[in-house]
């Protein structure tokens, strides 16, 4: 009696992965609606005010002092190391490197480049604005901190703002940006929103942020999330190219590419009779020959025509071959040049 053997749990999940072997068409890709263009202004506006509450020394300074006197790693001793090891899902190298093989092997799968080149897209974002802003404000850190009540502003730092925190939002946040559908987009939305707040505030746990920093952060990354509609354009055409670049590069493994040819003009043959042109059926005319044209390769270089001497020239059949002692074939009155008519009499029925 023949029975079929039972799938274990890993045979069943490569079943699951099995079943997209092609590119989906219907990939969802997100577009600058009027909802995300207000959800960017208010960000964007948010960002301002974070930054301005700052240079102003406002409150939100203060609150930066008391949490930073409060000193939560001395508070909460026993969830040290642990933290220590979870603020590395906001380091920039390990989390890049582990969201860009899950979206490798899904383009591989998915026989499209959209995913890693939206990631690459976000990545050069996070890195130019977030960079530049740390670089243009220059704020110390808590440990570094010079006066008491201050904001620390353009003092050769760069925390501000929060490099981790960013991160973490635009890492884990571009797996909801590239959810194929709307329950997946919501499941993953809110699982990066708990990573980056997680490590948001283990930062300010650690002393390496204020909290300040923690919230620009949190605001910086949601403005790149919020803003790669606008380059879906840019990414699609990049694909395109990347996609052709890898057909000629095929074709050219496959064989040669052709090689441009040009026509070259081939003088016509000369007649045993004085140098008279002869036609493609091998009868003497008077006139000029049409001119033969040969595709030759342009690589080819074209080989000069040679010198001939005067007079008629003679097949090698019709030579007299000739030793030191004088020629071996005796005379043949009757024997003509070949091309003319010949005088013997023609025999028959």
């Known amino acids: 009696m023949r029975t079929e053997r039972e799938l274990t749990r890993l045979d069943r999940v490569f079943a699951r992965l099995d079943r997209e072997p092609e590119r989906p068409a219907h990939i ?39 949490v930073m006197f409060f000193r939560p790693y001395q508070q909460w001793p026993e969830i040290h190391a642990f933290l220590d090891y979870y603020v590395v899902l906001g380091q920039r190298g390990p989390t890049a490197v582990m969201i860009a093989a899950w979206l490798g092997w899904r383009s591989w799968r998915q026989h499209t480049l959209r995913p890693l080149l939206t990631l690459g897209a976000s990545l050069l974002l996070l890195n130019l604005t977030v960079g530049a802003a ?7 850190g808590p440990h570094y901190a010079t006066s008491v009540g201050s904001n620390e502003m353009w003092l050769g730092g760069d925390i501000f703002p929060s ?15 590239l959810a194929s559908t709307p329950r997946a987009r919501r499941w993953l939305s809110a699982f990066s929103a708990v990573v980056s707040l997680g490590v948001g505030l283990t930062t300010v746990y650690l002393g390496t942020h204020w909290l300040s920093d923690v919230v ?29 670049l890898r057909d000629s590069w095929r ?23 004085g140098g008279a042109a002869v036609t493609a059926a091998g009868d003497p005319t008077g006139g000029q020959e049409p001119v033969v044209r040969e595709p030759v390769a342009t690589s080819r270089p074209v080989r000069p025509q040679g010198h001939l001497a005067p007079g008629p020239h003679l ?19 009757d024997r003509v040049t070949r091309g003319t008519t010949s005088p013997r009499p023609v025999t028959g029925a």
């Open 251 to 273: 074709d050219r493994r496959r064989g040669r590419a052709p090689v441009p040819v040009t026509p070259v003009e081939v003088p016509g043959a000369l007649s045993p009779i």
């Open 315 to 333: 097949s090698r059949s019709e030579r007299t071959p000739v030793t030191p002692l004088g020629s071996r074939r005796p005379p043949q009155s």
């Open 28 to 66: 969802d890709v997100p577009r600058m609606s009027r909802h995300r263009v207000v959800l960017f202004a208010s960000t964007l506006a948010f960002y301002a005010a974070i930054v301005w509450a700052v240079v102003i020394t406002s409150w939100l300074v203060r609150l930066d002092w008391q």
């Open 163 to 177: 490099g981790h925190t960013a991160n973490a939002v635009v890492t884990w946040g571009i797996l909801a940006y």
């Open 216 to 244: 620009l952060g949190w605001a910086a990354g949601l403005l790149i999330l919020l803003a790669l509609p606008w380059c879906e354009p840019l990414i699609a055409r990049a694909e395109d190219m990347i996609f052709d």
């Open 134 to 140: 740390k670089l243009s404000m220059g704020r110390l």
